[in-house]
């Protein structure tokens, strides 16, 4: 192979003249849009135009996203729908891969997309349905099949080249490899393996054009996949023994000795700087059938796995190698020519991509989740090399591209450094399911478009004569021709007379043939100088024709110099545009970047503004409940107060109306006694009615205000074993009733203090209120003295006990002593026991407890 100019990164081109290098042609991004599993499934992909595909936003991401639908629109070199047919999509994009590799020039081609996008189908196909892979192969047989070297001509090494073998030594090779079956090459005769036979039977006949016919090739291919970013040969067979068991890389035996872990290969980079494989396995295949049956074996080893969005996802990506070997026949078209420096390898690579995919759909766990990640970690490599690789070739920068990240873009390093075409097919699933992952892809196909790889140099032209493979089956016809023309000239010579001089005395046989030849030498001496002349005159004829051809030379190379200053003024014109262009697309991607910080930022603050409207929104509910409760508080402590004052206006008035009674009796008493008669001689009471008359008094007391009070009696509570706290506020009213409550050893307090309840272990209030039939009723509230934690005290209360005073309601009854009728017609009065006793009880009562008592007595009725 020869080696190309190259260098380490692509940089910006710099004009040279005439310089094939610095053409450049972008990557070929295409896409293909596969059909839908369920026609009611949600699509959110359109194909516009056979170059242009719309995204549309998906219904349920437009609410999960404050509502914004957007369109976004993509350009391809061209798209292919859902109806396009494996063979139109080869015709596109693989066929002409294919035509370079037989011309000597490598190319590589890849899918991408999502998991389950049908990246494995477009590459492989399906039966009835071959995909890229064996179209390819087909292709290539169709047009070297008959070109091919006899095997083992071609023989592979561990530095990415070829030897070359004679004949004799391919055939001892042969001799030797069919004496010992050896399973890495099939054979040509063998039955074609059902399970593939309909994704290798192509119906379209496809053949290269121009193939060179006097050189013989070889093809060989080879299969690797890139699983966890470790490189294994698919083809690699590992030795079974039945006896030792198998390792795997944890230094525990297999319990399946059917399966052997596969040795992960190194990268390497060989003379002419480029990568290779290390120990990777070359089969050399003759035929379509058995070049696929070598691919059909490696991909029985390739790992897949059950996702829960594909049931056939690849877990890793896989590389299939077709390397075609190219030598030239020697002079006579019989051999090969065997000078090693002569051979021509190009490369065909067929790369099928592992999906990317986000765990949380796939619902990844353990090795599947630790495949996933090495999968888009390598994806994600390639996206930061093609977008260094733009950067550099946009602005002339000399950013090192990191190709070394990842196994899978240092293996192809050098086809973005110029060694040959790179071709990508974007695989998309149109499902709604799969938008975001969708439109991640695009925006990478759209960066990869962008990216420029240098044309591959022409290779040199062996300097032997074409067409010599045929030649030696017409090899007798020149010279046939040659022996006509001696044959012609010879007969415009007159003929020799006869020489056979029979008599020594024949003296005419010498001078006529002596004469026959001066003739001819006459008549050569003529053709000479005619053919002397004729060739003067074409020579002078030859010499205007080669001026002729000068001067339309010159004239053609100034019109060229010309066409070619114009070519160069359009061309910087272009490049000039090609910059600007360039620049103004920078600026709008930077204008875009922008554009979605001031969005990101813009939502974010409407986010925090929700947030402060919400937080102000609950500061008012809770400021508006806290006036309710407030405005309850007010209310309740009105309503409270209220009652208190009516009730202390009402025992004021109580008090007022018993003082104004007791004068109203007192001044009764004293007009009765003024107004009492006195002409009638006093007559001394007898013994019984000074009885009669104190018994009377004792029935119903005179309500004199300095009447001795009665003995109170005090009433023990019922629970008087302890020390207690009387607490008795200052505005309760003193009752003065007979039974009083009465707890010996208390502290009495007006006001709860912490230094009463510290020497005492009970605790009794005593609270007065109103009831309903106007009486002062009195709680005693009891309860026990516990100590806190922080060394303060508690009280926890367990008992009230309730004493209420009440005017007597029984039935009223008369006096059984009747006052005299006075001679002056005075009315006798009535005397009513209940209303005198309550009167006289409710004057003790409400000159000493104060308000909080009714006045029950009713007035005097006079006797009828």
């Known amino acids: 192979m020869m080696k190309p100019a190259r260098t380490k990164t692509p940089r910006k081109p710099v004009g040279k003249k005439g310089s094939q290098t610095s053409l450049k042609d972008p990557v070929g991004v295409y896409c293909r849009v596969r059909p839908l599993s369920f026609p009611d499934q949600e699509c959110c992909i359109e194909v516009i135009n056979n170059t242009t595909v719309q995204l549309h936003t998906p219904e349920g991401y437009r609410l999960n996203r404050n509502g914004d639908y957007k369109e976004t629109q993509y350009s391809f070199k061209q798209v292919f729908g859902i109806h396009t047919t494996q063979k139109e999509l080869f015709d596109v994009v693989a066929n002409p891969l294919v035509d370079d590799l037989i011309h000597g020039k490598n190319g590589l081609l890849f899918t991408y997309g999502v998991t389950g996008s049908g990246k494995t189908h477009t590459m492989t196909g399906s039966p009835g349905e071959g995909g890229l892979l064996p179209r390819c192969l087909d292709m290539i047989f169709n047009s070297v099949g008959s070109f091919q070297a006899k095997r083992y001509v071609f023989k592979s090494n561990d530095r990415n080249s070829m030897d070359i073998q004679c004949e004799v030594d391919a055939l001892l090779e042969r001799q030797k490899r069919e004496a010992i079956p050896n399973p890495k090459t099939p054979s040509s005769k063998r039955q074609i393996d059902p399970e593939f036979a309909d994704m290798i039977n192509v119906q379209e006949f496809c053949k290269a054009e121009e193939v060179d016919e006097d050189s ?99 877990r890793s990506h896989s590389v299939f190698n077709i390397k075609l070997v190219q030598a030239p026949l020697d002079a006579d078209g019989d051999n090969v020519l065997q000078e090693k420096e002569q051979i021509t390898i190009s490369q065909l690579s067929l790369v099928d991509l592992a999906g990317s995919e986000r765990t949380n759909r796939t619902k990844a766990e353990g090795n599947r989740l630790r495949e996933a990640g090495n999968i888009n970690q390598s994806l994600m490599t390639l996206r930061t090399c093609m977008e260094v690789l733009r950067e550099n070739q946009m602005y ?68 032997l004569t074409p067409g010599r493979r045929y030649r030696n089956h017409v090899r007798a016809g020149p010279v046939g021709d040659e022996l006509l023309v001696t044959e012609v000239v010879l007969q415009s010579f ?35 100088d005619d053919f002397t002349k004729q060739s003067f ?90 006036e309710a409760r407030l ?51 006093p007559e001394r009471p007898s013994r019984e009615r000074d009885r009669e008359k104190a018994a009377q008094r004792s029935v119903s007391p005179s309500p004199v205000p300095n009447a001795p009070p009665l003995r109170l009696r005090h009433r023990r509570s019922r629970s008087a074993g302890d020390r207690w706290v009387d607490h008795k506020p200052a505005s309760n009213v003193q009752t003065a009733t007979v039974m009083q409550p009465h707890v010996p050893h208390a502290i009495t307090v007006s006001v709860a203090n912490e230094k009463a309840l510290a020497k005492c272990e009970k605790y009794m209030l005593t609270h007065q209120e109103l009831a309903s039939d106007g009486e002062i009723e009195t709680k005693l509230i009891k309860g026990d003295v516990y100590k806190t934690r922080g060394g303060g005290q508690a009280v926890q209360f367990t008992d009230i006990e309730t004493l209420k005073q009440e005017s007597p309601t029984g039935r009223k009854r008369r006096s059984s002593t009747v006052a005299p009728a006075q001679p002056d017609g005075a009315e006798s009065e009535w005397t009513d026991v209940e209303t005198r006793c309550s009167v006289a009880v409710e004057m003790r009562a409400g000159s000493q407890l104060g308000p909080g008592y009714q006045h029950h007595a009713q007035p005097k009725r006079k006797k009828p």
């Open 216 to 314: 013989v090739y070889g093809v060989f291919v080879s299969y690797i996949e890139i699983y966890n970013n470790y490189i294994y040969d698919l083809l690699e067979e590992v030795p079974f023994d039945p006896i030792k068991p198998k390792w795997n890389s944890c230094g525990t035996p297999m319990r399946n000795t059917d399966f052997v872990p596969l040795q992960s290969k190194l990268l390497r980079e060989d003379k002419n700087h480029n990568m290779y494989v290390a120990g990777c396995t070359e089969v050399e295949v003759k035929s379509t059938e058995e070049a696929f049956e070598v691919f059909w074996k490696g991909q029985k080893k390739r790992r897949i796995a059950n996702t829960h969005l594909n049931r056939e996802s690849s």
């Open 396 to 463: 002339g920068t000399n950013k090192m591209v990191p190709y070394r990240d990842s196994k899978l873009t240092h293996l192809f390093k050098n086809y973005f450094d110029g060694e040959g075409k790179v071709r990508m097919i974007v695989c998309v699933n149109p499902k709604a399911e799969d938008y975001e992952e969708s439109l991640q892809v695009m925006r990478f196909a759209e960066v990869t478009q962008e990216v420029e790889v240098a044309r591959p140099v022409d290779k040199a032209i062996c300097g």
């Open 494 to 528: 007159p003929p020799l007379p006869s020489c056979e001089i029979l008599d020594i005395n024949d003296e005419q046989t010498l001078p006529r043939l002596i004469e026959a030849l001066e003739k001819r030498h006459q008549l050569r001496q003529m053709m000479m």
């Open 537 to 626: 005159t074409f020579k002078g004829m030859l010499q205007e024709f080669d001026k002729g051809i000068s001067n339309k030379e010159n004239t053609i190379q100034g019109k060229l110099n010309e066409k070619e200053k114009v070519i160069s003024g359009q061309k910087l014109e272009i490049e000039r545009l090609e910059k600007k262009t360039k620049t103004l697309e920078y600026k709008i991607e930077i204008l875009e970047k922008t554009t979605t910080i001031y969005e990101e930022d813009k939502r974010n603050l409407q986010q925090e503004l929700e947030a402060q409207n919400q937080k102000l929104q609950q500061q008012f509910s809770d400021k508006r409940r806290l």
């Open 631 to 681: 405005q309850g508080m007010v209310t309740e402590t009105t309503m409270k107060w209220e009652k208190e004052c009516e009730r202390r206006v009402a025992a004021k008035q109580l008090e007022m109306q018993n003082k104004l009674w007791v004068k109203d009796e007192k001044l009764k008493q004293l007009k009765a006694i003024v107004t009492e008669p006195k002409t009638e001689k």
